[in-house]
């Protein structure tokens, strides 16, 4: 764990405003699956990130729009019996739902390259955000070596490595 407030605290913004930049780090990560899957030839898991990003879509979209009653307080369904539902617009300010976006996707390929990190305004947050890329990084770099002294320092937690029967980790 870190010290001091998480990204999420120091972003300024509505829970609402969180919410939607939530939603849309959601469809950015199952882009950045897709993409990988894509470029690795994986096509199996590229059908299966296609689905996941068509639902993150929708619930980005769900959050864009409400349902539609009939005029019997029943909800309207189109001939195929999907929910209709129309457009209504977020109370959110589109500055700061990007710029929590922008903090929220750093950990995706395709989010680091929709939304820079040069791209946040506030400090702080851009400095937290540096420094759980770099702590990440330091602990994959650890877990990689098979370092369960640094593994155990930076978690603060004692790591012990375990050998699988082929000398894998």
């Not at 307080?73 to 617009?89: K, P, Q, S, Y």
């Amino acid at each position: 764990m870190t010290d001091g407030p998480s990204v999420y605290d120091l972003l300024a913004g509505t829970s609402e405003e969180k919410n939607l930049a939530e939603d849309l780090a959601g469809v950015v990560d199952f882009l950045s699956r897709f993409l990988g899957a894509a470029e690795d030839g994986n096509w199996y898991y590229a059908n299966q990130t296609a689905d996941q990003l068509r639902d993150s879509v929708e619930k980005f979209q769900r959050r864009l729009t409400e349902i539609v009653r009939d005029g019997r307080g029943d909800i309207e369904r189109d001939e195929d019996g999907r929910v209709v539902r129309r457009f209504a617009a977020p109370d959110a300010d589109g500055k700061r739902v990007h710029q929590a976006a922008t903090a929220f996707v750093q950990s995706y390929a395709a989010g680091r390259a929709l939304f820079p990190i040069d791209g946040l305004d506030d400090e702080q947050v851009k400095a937290q955000l540096l420094a759980d890329l770099k702590r990440n990084a330091d602990l994959r770099a650890a877990l990689n070596a098979g370092d369960a002294a640094e593994l155990s320092r930076l978690t603060g937690r004692e790591v012990t490595i375990v050998q699988g029967p082929d000398g894998g980790r």
